[in-house]
């Protein structure tokens, strides 16, 4: 079995990918990052693997953080949560796990899965079920390709764990893990039913750490070689940069639980005398200049710092933030049909169908990976 | 009202007299490694130049860069024992886990995660551990700790468990500092206990340091009240200041910033700081800096502390200039060595202060000296630091209309005539002392960053109650009361959640109490 064993220069650009990656939302990667390499020092490894490398009938469990990002930076982890979860779907299904993913690559759930794979030593499948950030449960590509919508499970900081043994419907689930966050404090860690490596390799989103990974370290070569990181994001998404600009409007407000806002960016530099709209809900969600839609969910729109490239995430925009808007192709599993009712614009509450911008190619594996030794 | 303002550089020790808005005297003299007796220079000889008596004095403001440079040099800091009020929470990133390694040791004097905290809601992670607390205390105490950090999960939202652990504190180390996660950063566990932990390991430096200025400026027969300026520009009492001396850390770029909208009597501008080694660009936004979007890391440490947006670069009045076939001006610096070290005071070193004085532009030391620079060498030169000026401002700037700019500081003879992009380029009087006046000139604030459950209450309600927790804050740092208005106010709705909860932060500023 070939494995990629991350080291601390690696949590360093998956960090940085996964954050770009989180168009806008799905949380900070910083204390992620500093639970993987507090890990990584007391000698525990984190080894990721290709989907095509898992046996066809290993059972994969998805792993998340569930919740507000703002009540995670005050309420952090205990730390064991997703050693509690593992005992307590383990206990339920009658068998082992053999490798865990993330549901959701984009933001801190990009690292959420090493941390706990790293205490219990099992490795982590370089997958997942977005290929970005999406503010639901239900919002996977292995939930639009029929995975199981039980058994799941939820557990916190203070020691309580839920398992959810039947819910009718995916959206059903979505709504009773959220609930039950609530009461536990509005932060939790999640996951889903197991799926079967099989199942992971055709309806997994491919080599989104190695994406995170690659993003991460063009990023890191440009800052260290006084180059533009903005470009370097460029070049190695295959995106489209459709402004540079600064915030000039950011306005937000709460619909059933969820903030919608609008974003407008009024051009600098090349791009002065342009303004550009962005819709919110959680994430970036469709950009338009005047009344022509460019860039629309399940594309990713994501918004970096202009000068170190940093993502930066809905809650952190502010006036006169100097901003680059970027656009890249989502992955050829969301522009299918089937998945487009889920995760298109009518699914977001749009009165109009995906235009897709660019063209959708899986990212390949890093070259990291090496047979066990 | 007769007001002394002094800023403390690492070079030098700028005062400035003002009574009411009218400058009466500046003056500029060097730094000394006490700070205190070269702060007694200053206002000795401003207040001689005025022809003013120090007891006609109504406040001395002082800012100094003495406690930021005490974290980022490590010295004159003590050991702190950490008590995190967490229950299970919080525990995979254990207290200062985002230190660097040479700091860490220096303060770290063991931590204490114990039952205690709330959520966001306000309801109990788990009851305060009373028998924990001591048994922690009683461990610091027999190593000869004297200085608490406490942050409790969510103190923002309810402070009263910080509260009771300081008193159990108080009662088993008697004597010690103690300082409370809620009276000094935002919400954000990490970056609020790590400014709580900075705070309390500058606890003797603060003392000591006011009580020292304090003899100092009885000695000078001043008897007026003292003030530190903080890192949004405002006034803290010194008593204030003793406890929470972790507020000076950014206040430096700040008091120019103020003091050059107080000269202009412009409230959006670009002001331009250009010293003896750096020059700092930064943004004027309804007559207070423009701050950065990302918490302020002091010494490597992350906190979350706002502080102006300011770009640094190495230009200044001692910038080492050197000439070849594309000629370099510094980054490097003579810095306070400029008296000795530059061309037209005899030394070795061309400066771009003998660019300067040989095009004319400032009259120092003997321009005699300078006959081997070229006109033609110093055009060349004043046109490439202008550039450098010119691209950095740019970058700084909200859109790509002409603003106002202003420059302040010494080295601002650098540069003459309009800057690009600019509608204005002014050099105000006193333009060498701006620091010090916006000193002189500070206003008092009252802040809070906390998050809010709207069960139970209405918005109007919540939103109210942390208003007035800032005013109340904004009097205890000095503020008249009668004079407090709201500055900002910031609503943000926590994400993902049907609940009704959201984030607020308010800031109350009012003029000094009489």
Redesign the interface.
């Known amino acids: 079995m070939k494995y990629w064993t991350l080291s601390e220069a690696d949590i360093d650009r998956i960090a940085i990918g996964c954050g770009i990656l989180g168009t806008g939302g799905g949380g900070s990667t910083y204390h992620g990052l500093l639970r993987a390499k507090a890990l990584l020092r007391e000698g525990k490894r984190i080894r990721m693997v290709r989907p095509a490398d898992m046996a066809p009938d290993a059972q994969i469990l998805g792993i998340g953080g569930i919740g507000a990002p703002t009540v995670g930076i005050e309420k952090i982890p205990e730390g064991s949560e997703g050693v509690r979860l593992l005992n307590a779907l383990e206990r339920h299904l009658g068998r082992k796990v053999d490798a865990v993913l993330g549901d959701e690559v984009g933001g801190g759930n990009g690292i959420a899965p090493m941390l706990t794979a790293a205490m219990v030593d099992l490795p982590v499948v370089d997958a997942d079920g977005m290929g970005r950030a999406f503010p639901e449960v239900q919002m996977t590509t292995f939930f639009i390709h029929g995975q199981a919508v039980q058994p799941a499970a939820l557990a916190d900081a203070d020691g309580n764990v839920l398992v959810v043994t039947d819910a009718t419907t995916p959206k059903m689930l979505e709504k009773l893990l959220r609930a039950s966050t609530i009461a536990m404090g509005c932060t939790a860690l999640m996951t889903t039913a197991p799926m079967s490596g099989d199942f992971v390799r055709r309806f997994g989103v491919p080599h989104t750490t190695s994406q995170a990974w690659s993003l991460g370290d063009a990023v890191m070569n440009a800052r260290a070689g006084k180059e533009d990181p903005v470009e370097a994001i460029l070049k190695q998404s295959g995106g489209v940069r459709l402004m540079r600009g600064k915030v000039t409007d950011i306005s937000r407000r709460v619909m059933a639980g969820f903030t919608r806002g609008k974003l407008t960016v009024a051009g600098l530099d090349a791009d002065a005398g342009r303004t550009l709209t962005v819709d919110i809900q959680n994430e970036y969600l469709i950009a338009r200049e005047g009344e022509e839609i460019i860039t629309m969910v399940p594309d990713l729109i994501c918004i970096v710092d202009s000068e170190t490239g940093r993502a930066i995430g809905t809650e952190e925009l502010r006036y006169g933030l100097r901003i680059d808007v970027l656009s890249m192709p989502a992955p050829v599993l969301l522009r299918s049909e089937i998945a487009l009712a889920s995760v298109g614009p009518r699914a977001f509450g749009y009165d109009f169908d995906f235009v897709p911008m660019g063209v959708s190619a899986d990212a390949p594996a890093v070259p990291h990976y090496k047979e066990d030794a | 009202m007769l007001r002394i303002g002094v800023d403390v550089g690492g070079t030098n020790t700028d005062a400035a007299l003002l009574r009411g808005t009218e400058v009466l005297a500046t003056v500029k003299s060097s730094t000394t490694a006490d700070v205190t007796s070269g702060v007694s220079a200053a206002i000795r000889t401003v207040l001689a130049e005025a022809g003013v008596s120090a007891g006609a004095v109504n406040g001395v403001m002082i800012g100094t860069t003495h406690f930021l440079n005490a974290i980022v040099e490590g010295r004159h800091l003590e050991k702190v024992g950490i008590l995190r009020l967490c229950?299970?929470?919080?525990?995979?990133?254990p207290p200062m886990?985002?230190w660097p390694d040479t700091l860490r040791p220096i303060v770290d004097g063991g931590a204490a995660l114990v039952g205690g905290?709330v959520?966001?809601?306000g309801?109990e992670?788990?009851p305060l551990d009373d028998v924990a607390i001591r048994a922690a205390c009683r461990d610091w105490r027999a190593r000869g700790i004297s200085a608490v950090a406490i942050c409790s999960?969510?103190a923002l939202v309810d402070p009263k468990m910080e509260n009771d652990a300081a008193e159990i504190v108080a009662e088993e180390m008697p004597g010690a500092a103690i300082s409370l996660s809620h009276r000094v950063g935002r919400?954000?566990?990490?970056p609020r206990e790590n400014a709580t932990i900075l705070n309390a390991s500058l606890h003797t430096l603060g003392r000591d340091t006011v009580g020292a200025f304090r003899a100092a400026f009885a000695a000078l027969g001043l008897t007026c009240p003292l003030y530190l300026t903080q890192n949004d520009g405002t006034l803290m009492a010194a008593e204030f200041a003793e406890r929470y001396p972790v507020f000076t850390i950014a206040s430096g770029p700040t008091n120019s910033m103020r003091g050059a909208a107080f000269l202009t009597g412009l409230s959006d501008a670009a002001v331009i700081d250009i010293g003896g080694t750096t020059t700092d660009i930064g943004m004027l936004?309804a007559g207070f800096p423009?701050t950065r979007?990302e918490g302020a890391e002091i010494g490597g440490v992350p906190t979350n502390f706002r502080v102006p947006d300011v770009y640094s670069f190495g230009l200044g009045g001692g910038s080492i200039v050197r000439p070849g076939s594309s000629s370099t001006i510094g980054p490097d610096s003579v810095g306070f060595r400029l008296p000795e070290k530059a061309l037209c005071f005899g030394g070795d070193t061309l400066t771009a202060t003998d660019i300067a004085v040989s095009a004319g532009l400032v009259d120092l030391g003997e321009r005699d000296r300078l006959s081997r620079i070229t006109p033609e060498f110093a055009q060349q030169m004043l046109a490439q630091m202008k550039a450098s000026i010119e691209t950095v401002l740019d970058?700084m700037k909200?859109?790509?209309d002409p603003i106002p700019a202003i420059l302040v500081g010494g080295g601002s003879v650098l540069v003459e005539g309009l800057l690009e992009g600019t509608s204005v380029s002014l050099k105000p009087d006193h333009f060498g002392s701006a620091n010090a006046i916006g000193a002189a000139i500070a206003q008092v604030s009252g802040e809070v960053d906390s998050?809010v459950s709207l069960e139970g209450t209405t918005r109007e309600r919540a939103l109210e109650s942390i208003v007035a927790e800032a005013r109340a804050r904004a009097v205890e740092a000095g503020a008249d009361a009668e004079t407090t208005t709201l500055a900002e106010i910031e609503e943000?709705?926590?994400?993902?959640?049907?609940?009704n909860?959201?984030?607020v932060a308010a800031k109350v500023i009012g003029e000094l109490r009489a």
């Open positions: 229950g299970a929470a919080t525990r995979s990133l886990i985002d905290g959520n966001y809601d309801s992670i788990a999960v969510f919400t954000g566990l990490l936004v423009r979007s970058r909200p859109s790509a998050v943000t709705p926590l994400a993902y959640l049907p609940g909860a959201v984030r």
